[in-house]
């Protein structure tokens, strides 16, 4: 089906989102996209499943940690969401989406003092995968998408802060340094945290359209950045084939407007 | 104190954070502000306390309802967060916050519908005003805050879908139309959901300096506005006195570089 085609049909029909949390995500990564996308759920058809390995309450809690430096940092303050969902019970999902898979200011490191091996994030990747109509990751949830193998053969993007420790992983994964995010095939993947939003935008006018989003987007009064390769945070966290050439900043606004 | 001695008062001394949320709040109205206020409390001092009228989940959903001009929309998905205290239970504040006290796309006229006369969010600002340090809202909080009487000969700001809604409130306030966020005395008022972002990393910087807190927002890769008088949602929301001779667009990238 063509472009119009495409959006009439994500309009018409259900659109089950499942939105993965654990201990120690990140806030931002979460609940930017959700924002612009219960925006739209005023519009269009969605469910939402929040998705643990338990269902339950879910904490941003970092507690005492070192950051890669060796750096000893403080416990952080947190909020707890609530987990809807267990992997075990969690409905059929047409959009998965994976937050960071990592602490804040711990890097990938800390990740194993709250999951050790345990896999289940992979795991519930890699069982849906192929049932599902696309799969997005913000940061370092692009990490358990490699981990999951569902990024071989395809281009991808991550944090800048923690490119070199998400980057070993997966198989012909084309890791993309200049990239606010990244969409090839069934995959979506962001830079860190906060591209999270731009490639929520990205995502939802690619299902749905212009016009609804953008209402929404200036009712939040959110200026997302829409040049899927403005890039600076990779120049900042000196990632290997960062565009040194171009400006670091970018020029945005409302969504809509020219001047 | 000087600005220096500021900053390392408040690096020092431990600061208490209350974060108000009701049903119908707006997700990035407070995890966008969490998201940068977490990251420092790895830093520096902080506790959290999320407020409302009842401890336990509190939820973003928004039922079947018109938007002001009367078109029906659906209604939404949504998450829930745990709110830590009641208003009767709440520790000490410095600092206090108040999301959106409207719906999304419902507009004021649609608070009834979860509010009814219930003045428990204004009751609870106008109580503790004095004791805090400073008092924050974030969008259409700042209704909250003018009903309580805390913006009566202050400048202020808010959403610039809502404007008309909500500068009636208050005594002698001055509304800043041209705002993406406002700091007058004890009070910092931001425009709407995402502007929330924006307003903390200011107040982050006026409290901290900026060593940590840029760190902290190129790591979650967020290009703040820097500019308060950045406001293009005036001229898209048609608010009175809105700069239409300025371009609406905005030049960010990562804090801390100039090109």
Redo the contacts between chains.
């Keep these: 089906m063509d472009e119009e085609e495409f959006h009439l049909y994500n309009q018409e029909r259900e659109i089950s989102?499942g939105?993965m949390v654990f201990d120690g995500f990140?806030?931002?990564d979460?609940?930017?996209p959700?924002?612009f996308?219960?925006?739209i759920?005023?519009?269009?058809?969605?469910?939402?499943s929040?998705i643990s390995k338990k269902a339950g309450?879910i904490s941003?809690y970092?507690p005492l940690h070192n950051i890669d430096d060796g750096m000893p940092?403080?416990?952080?303050?947190?909020?707890?969401?609530?987990a809807t969902h267990s992997v075990n019970d969690a409905p059929s999902l047409n959009l998965l989406i994976v937050p960071v898979s990592d602490i804040?200011?711990g890097g990938i490191g800390n990740r194993a003092r709250f999951m050790g091996n345990d896999t289940w994030i992979e795991n519930f990747v890699a069982s849906r995968f192929n049932a599902t109509d696309f799969v997005a990751s913000v940061c370092t949830g692009a990490m358990s998408l490699a981990k999951a193998g569902v990024l071989d053969g395809k281009r991808a993007t991550t944090?800048?802060?923690a490119w070199s420790q998400v980057i070993p992983f997966g198989n012909n994964v084309t890791w993309v340094p200049n990239a606010r995010w990244t969409h090839d095939d069934k995959i979506w993947t962001s830079?860190?945290?906060?591209?999270g939003m731009d490639m929520t935008y990205a995502l939802l006018r690619w299902l749905y359209g212009d016009e609804r989003v953008n209402v929404?987007m200036?009712?939040?009064?959110?200026?997302p950045?829409v040049d899927p390769h403005w890039d600076?945070?990779s120049?900042?966290?000196n990632v290997p084939g960062a565009d040194h050439a171009h400006?670091?900043?970018?020029?945005?606004?409302?969504v809509g407007?020219d001047?």
Tied chains: 1, 2.
């Design positions: 989102i939105y990140a806030p931002l979460v609940f930017g959700l924002q996308i219960s925006g759920s005023a519009d269009f058809n969605m469910s939402l929040i309450p941003t970092v940092m403080k416990e952080t303050i947190s909020a707890s969401v609530i804040r200011y944090n800048k802060l830079s860190g945290v906060a591209a929404t200036n009712a939040v009064e959110y200026a950045h600076p945070f120049v900042v966290h400006s670091l900043k970018d020029l945005v606004g409302p407007y001047n």
